[in-house]
DNA sequence: CGACTCGTACGATAGGCATCGTAGTACGGG
DNA sequence: CCCGTACTACGATGCCTATCGTACGAGTCG
């Protein structure tokens, strides 16, 4: 059978049931990466690291997409140059239910009380 | 009128507006004071220090009392020799409503998952 | 007072981590 | 095939932090 190999470059992520609590929270635990989760979950489609304007250089957006990839807060797959991010909602809300609309309303309810 | 100072030794916490949702899960992204969370919860009621059984000396458990405690996540006041702590539940969830509720549901769902 | 308990303070240590810069790899288009 | 874009890898740096041990302070009880 043909390799279903849909890119040549895949990474790692961990299983659903892999995926630890404290992990998640120390990922959101950081203003830059929870604001990427914010974007991700507003615009509610996958996003490509280009896309987000942080006000960091490119290696440190590497580091925190990877942070939050090996969470298990997101899901990176290579589309050409492009890695696009897309939230796993289905998996967090499948282990966590509840959790990450929680989080995004409290964090939504911070930006609106403390000014964007 | 009379000073309303209940013990002579007071503790610093932030004020409910003071509390930073980031600063709150990184509280809790470590598995020892999210222990003590959950045991907070779990009793509903003020516990001294000492009623935690935790598998570090006691420098480390003040440690992880004070980073709750500056995190806003508990409140501390000492009577007599002991330092009572309880759970700041009406201030989070004036803030970040549903958020705690959650947070102990998902602990609660990976300690039953994982094996307590 | 004296002993004991509870918790703190301080210093040390080892590891983690957010950030950067530079150099490099993968892919797509002309 | 070469170039540009997108992202990575690696090393450095400075800060934060989880942990410990020891020495100390504050209350309580005999």
Redesign the interface.
């Known amino acids: 059978m043909t390799s279903p190999v849909v890119s040549s470059r895949d990474l790692p992520h961990p299983a659903r049931?892999e995926i630890?609590?404290?992990?998640v929270?120390?990922a959101?635990?950081?203003?830059m990466r929870?604001r990427i989760v914010r974007e991700l979950a507003a615009v509610g489609d996958e996003l490509s690291c280009s896309r987000f304007d942080l006000p960091v250089t490119k290696s440190t957006t590497t580091h925190h997409f990877r942070v939050l990839r090996e969470a298990g807060v997101i899901r990176q797959i290579y589309r050409g140059t492009a890695k696009m991010n897309g939230l796993r909602r289905d998996d967090l809300d499948g282990?966590?239910?509840?959790?990450l609309?929680?989080?995004l309303?409290?964090?939504a309810?911070?930006a609106a009380?403390v000014g964007v």
């Open positions: 049931e630890r609590l404290e992990s929270l120390h959101l635990s950081d203003p929870l282990l966590f239910p509840g959790l609309d929680a989080l309303d409290a964090a309810r911070q009380r």
